[in-house]
């Protein structure tokens, strides 16, 4: 398995925690981290591999764009 594969399952792992917290008492700062560094393993899977692996962070970046417009629309 290539290295891009397995930076790209990371950053595929990491994502899903996200969503779906690996234990109760999973807190949002965690989840924030994560968000950050599924992004980073994502452009990292994409530079080395293939670029599909972009798809992860930019839905990231989609939904915060979209969260801030909401936030925006409703004040």
Request: glycine residues 6%; charged residues 10%.
């Amino acid at each position: 398995m290539k290295r891009s594969t397995k930076t790209g399952i990371g950053s595929a792992i990491l994502f899903a925690s996200i969503f779906v917290p690996p234990y109760r008492e999973w807190r949002a700062p965690i989840s924030f981290a994560c968000a950050i560094l599924t992004c980073i393993l994502g452009v990292l899977a994409a530079t080395s591999g293939r670029k599909w692996w972009l798809v992860i962070p930019a839905s990231i970046i989609a939904a915060f764009a979209l969260d801030l417009y909401l936030v925006m629309y409703t004040l």
